[in-house]
């Protein structure tokens, strides 16, 4: 099964009678990218908070979870799914430090970019790598943020094909500020999450 048709499920629900029961899934995913790409207030507009402008430098890490509701990939359970999301500091020089306790367990990726600095979609690169150092291969989408900035955009769309290719990652325009796709980015990492999990025999695991 594709994520294409795991987004068209969702799209064209089963029927509910095909709906044997509810299951609950609890996902750590972590927010990755440069300092000031918007890590942070993609978080908060996606808990439906307010939207703060002013700069907060994210001290140390931020855990925020909120339930997704969705369905199986064989489309026979509803499922819950608190995706549990850690924020983590944009600095490089807390990435080393810090790596092993804040990406173990990670179930997926969410990596973000600023639109209108191409440098930190290149820089991406080397966070996977290290979040994938220590929870290997796990499903990533990206954010390419503040849609809504006037500045020339420099990430262009051959740019997002290339890491859309390399990582197998769906990516979105988004803006914290307007909620342009700020609930279907963290909506499209929990699907690619349950899919990656979903196991054909035995389903998803407990
Ligand atoms: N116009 C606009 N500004 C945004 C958007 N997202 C974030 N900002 C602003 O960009 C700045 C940085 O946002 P943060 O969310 O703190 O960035 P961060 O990635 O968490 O940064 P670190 O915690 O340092 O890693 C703040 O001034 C935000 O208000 C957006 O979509 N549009
Ligand atoms: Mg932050």
């Avoid at 290997?136 to 809504?148: C, H, M, T």
């Amino acid at each position: 099964m594709t994520i294409d048709d795991v987004l068209d499920s969702r799209t064209n629900p089963p029927p509910m009678s095909t709906i044997v029961e509810s299951k609950h899934i609890r996902t750590k995913v972590c927010m990755v990218g440069e300092s000031g790409t918007g890590k942070t207030d993609l978080i908060r507009r996606f808990m439906q908070c307010f939207f703060d402008d002013r700069y907060i430098q994210t001290l140390g890490t931020m855990v925020s979870k909120r339930e997704l509701i969705s369905t199986s990939p064989d489309g026979i359970h509803e499922l819950k799914i608190d995706m549990v999301i850690w924020d983590i500091l944009g600095e490089q020089r807390f990435r080393v430090l810090l790596k092993e306790e804040y990406f173990r367990g990670a179930r997926g990726i969410l990596a973000v970019c600023d639109v209108a600095r191409k440098k930190t979609l290149d820089d991406l690169d080397s966070w996977i790598g290290g979040v994938q150092s220590v929870t290997g291969k796990i499903p990533i989408v990206l954010a390419i943020n503040s849609r809504d900035r006037s500045a020339p955009e420099e990430v262009n769309e051959s740019d997002a094909k290339r890491f859309s290719t390399t990582y197998g990652a769906p990516y979105f325009y988004t803006s914290s500020e307007t909620g342009e796709n700020v609930d279907a980015v963290f909506n499209a990492l929990g699907t690619r999450v349950v899919e990656n999990r979903f196991d054909k025999t035995r389903g998803l695991p407990p």
